[in-house]
């Protein structure tokens, strides 16, 4: 009956207004959670957290690429990897939270740079509770052992792979490393591997290239597969400055678009949705920018994840914002998006 529910409603709404109605539908769930959290009167007799949609998990914090776009090659925080029983807890807090959606790539790293990153999948894969798992890799690593136990997982699996550049000289420019063939070889396997076998997982390829430079065999290869359902593309149209870390003349050299810097005026909405464990067990409220961990709310090592997203570190970093006291990261971040945006126009 619900599927039966689902097909009308993709009949009768056009895809494009099916959009805006999901975008509303976000934006007010996220606008409708803040103005619980900061309700003196609902917090005096129970104390709200945030409740985001997935939580992001640092597994590694180390990456084998040296992106224009990223500031991982400027990083000073520690590089490591998460262990096991870290990343199990972590998983466990969010299943007690309904949490059931986890992102393995937040700020920087590259899973794969993780030995341990199977057994982190096979114990999501085996969750129940988990509806959804993912992350982002440059599939550099991505060797045909990896890509054949990834086409065991099911559909809840989705792999997006960052790729710069259709030539090895453009690939080198935009990635920092000369890796363009390795890339595109592991790519492709992942690909004929899912079709060979009718693997449900969903494979993504996430082009971080100059406008206009999709071109060559390999682009063919991928609209090609594209047809056939194998693959999803999108591409990154505007890249942002990392908090101010990255010159726009730095990726202008690249090719790429820099992002224009947005009104800043209030709480910006990915602390209400992206909250980061990171590999050493603190949890930062911000997971898109902030390379160096600046704005810390707790460690899952010493409290309940829930418990720090209800905590008074987070309202602290939500209330300066609110005020217009934005801390460092945030001040120059192209990144931001600011709550007030997707709800009121003021």
């Known amino acids: 009956m619900i599927n039966f529910a689902k097909q009308i409603y993709r009949f009768v709404f056009p895809k494009a207004l099916r ?25 005096r007799f129970y104390r709200t957290g945030i409740r985001p949609k997935a939580v ?10 040296r992106c224009v776009f990223c500031a991982y090659p400027d990083m000073k925080r520690q590089k490591k990897t998460m262990s096991l029983p870290l990343f199990k807890k972590s998983i466990d807090d969010c299943l007690a939270g309904d949490i059931t959606e986890v992102d393995l790539t937040p700020i920087v790293g590259d899973p794969f740079m993780d030995s341990g990153i199977f057994d982190k999948l096979d114990y999501l894969s085996r969750a129940p509770g988990i509806t959804r798992f993912h992350f982002y890799t440059n599939a550099i690593l991505l060797r045909s052992g ?17 790729f710069g550049g259709f030539s090895r000289e453009t690939y080198r420019k935009i990635m920092g490393v000369d890796k363009f063939e390795e890339a595109t070889a592991n790519i492709r396997y992942l690909i004929e591997r899912k079709l060979q076998t009718g693997s449900g997982i969903r494979i993504h390829v996430s082009l971080r290239v100059p406008r206009g430079s999709e071109h060559g065999e390999f682009w063919e290869y991928l609209k090609d597969k594209r047809s056939r359902g194998a693959v999803e593309i999108s591409s990154v ?10 010159p726009d003349s730095k990726l202008l050299a ?6 224009l810097p947005p009104n800043h005026r209030g709480v910006c909405r990915r602390l209400l949705t992206g909250p980061v464990i990171l590999a050493d067990g603190r949890v930062n ?20 994840l829930m418990d720090i997203l209800a905590g008074q570190k987070l309202r602290e970093v939500l209330r300066r914002l609110e005020k217009g006291d934005f801390p460092d990261i945030c001040k120059k971040c192209t990144k931001y998006q600011s709550l007030r945006d997707g709800v009121v126009d003021d």
Request: proline fraction near 2%; charged fraction near 25%; aromatic fraction near 14%.
């Open 254 to 259: 690249a090719g790429l678009v820099p992002k």
């Open 237 to 246: 149209e505007e890249f942002d400055n990392w908090g101010g870390r990255i």
């Open 19 to 43: 959009e805006k109605i999901t975008y509303a539908r976000e934006w007010g769930s996220v606008w409708a959670n803040y103005q619980l959290f900061r309700s003196a009167l609902i917090n």
């Open 56 to 65: 992001f998990i640092e597994v590694a914090n180390i990456c084998n690429a």
């Open 146 to 162: 990896y890509a054949d136990r990834l086409t065991a997982y099911d559909a809840r699996f989705w792999i997006f792979c960052s």
């Open 285 to 304: 409220a911000c997971c898109c920018r902030d390379a160096e961990a600046t704005l810390i709310i707790g460690d899952v090592t010493r409290e309940p």
